[in-house]
């Protein structure tokens, strides 16, 4: 499997940016970060359904500026790029985007330790979400990860 990653708004290349992919039962399959130019490459099986999290790594100094992306049942193989574009912190997400970020913090909240947390409060304390429902969630999630990263 690979891809680029880039910004939603300009398009530019967004490097290291961790890319993680996992089997429905959320173990980990493996991950690999962005180059410089946004792209990524990972050896996943042919064949195999997997969900692939794009994200910052707490450890890194883009740990705070982009907002995770999640693709779910993809089934692995093809010479077809798995592209995505992040959203930047601080900006609007559009209601299938704010969607798409939401689900990837959600899966982030159920594999990520209480590192992952700080940066996961500071970034969904950020986001713009367009419908009530959307904030409802996100406010869950902020909580979730302020009471871990507070643990």
């Known amino acids: 499997?690979?891809?680029?990653?880039?910004?939603?708004?300009?398009?530019?290349?967004?490097?290291?940016?961790?890319?993680?992919?996992?089997?429905?039962?959320?173990?980990?399959?493996?991950?690999?970060?962005?180059?410089?130019?946004?792209?990524?490459?990972?050896?996943?099986?042919?064949?195999?359904?997997?969900?692939?999290?794009?994200?910052?790594?707490?450890?890194?100094?883009?740990?705070?500026?982009?907002?995770?992306?999640?693709?779910?049942?993809?089934?692995?193989?093809?010479?077809?790029p798995l592209d995505r574009h992040l959203v930047s912190v601080g900006r609007f997400a559009d209601t299938a985007r704010g969607i798409d970020v939401l689900a990837a913090y959600l899966l982030a909240s159920a594999v990520e330790g209480p590192e992952y947390a700080a940066h996961a409060t500071t970034r969904l304390s950020q986001i713009k979400q367009n419908t009530l429902f959307l904030q409802h969630i996100q406010s869950a999630l902020l909580q979730h990860f302020t009471e871990r990263a507070d643990a």
């Open 1 to 80: 499997m690979h891809g680029h990653v880039r910004s939603i708004t300009g398009h530019e290349p967004i490097g290291m940016i961790k890319v993680s992919v996992y089997r429905p039962d959320l173990t980990l399959v493996d991950r690999v970060f962005t180059d410089d130019d946004g792209s990524y490459s990972v050896d996943v099986p042919v064949g195999e359904t997997v969900t692939v999290r794009f994200d910052t790594h707490h450890s890194l100094n883009n740990a705070d500026d982009w907002h995770p992306s999640l693709v779910t049942d993809m089934i692995a193989g093809g010479a077809v």
